[in-house]
Nanobody
Framework: QLQASGGGSVQAGGSLRLSCAAS????????MGWFRQAPGKEREFVAA????????NYADSVKGRFTISRDNAKNTVYLQMISLKPEDTAAYYC????????????????WGQGTLVTVSS
């Protein structure tokens, strides 16, 4: 089970850190990802990190502004977001991939509930 938190309302240029806590003892075996979904749009890939935390991947739209990381001792994955823009406004979802990883939603097996990020101009 995945529990996302840390969303909120910020002004453009601000920062937020999202957290996703996982239950169970096998978190360190999973590749993890963050996705987002804006109203009226499809869910899109934001960032992913491999099970050891050594490999990361980002959507072009967030490169240089967002950083994904994980702490396997705490069963938690993070998404640090800086220089936020109004177009970053969305519900953000964390997801776990048991057998692989990628940028498509179908490549992930478990999903947390969304945490809402609102960026005002």
């Amino acid at each position: 089970q995945l529990q996302a938190s840390g969303g909120g309302s910020v002004q453009a240029g601000g920062s937020l850190r999202l957290s996703c806590a996982a239950s169970g003892s096998t978190f360190s075996s999973f590749n993890m990802g963050w996705f987002r979904q804006a109203p009226g749009k499809e869910r899109e890939f934001v960032a992913a990190i491999d099970w050891r935390g050594g490999i990361t991947n980002y959507a072009d739209s967030v490169k240089g502004r967002f950083t994904i990381s994980r702490d396997n001792a705490k069963n938690t994955v993070y998404l640090q977001m800086i220089s936020l823009k109004p177009e970053d406004t969305a519900a953000y979802y964390c997801a776990a991939a048991y057998g692989g990883w990628g940028t498509r939603t179908y490549e992930y097996d478990d999903w947390g509930q969304g945490t809402l990020v609102t960026v005002s101009s």
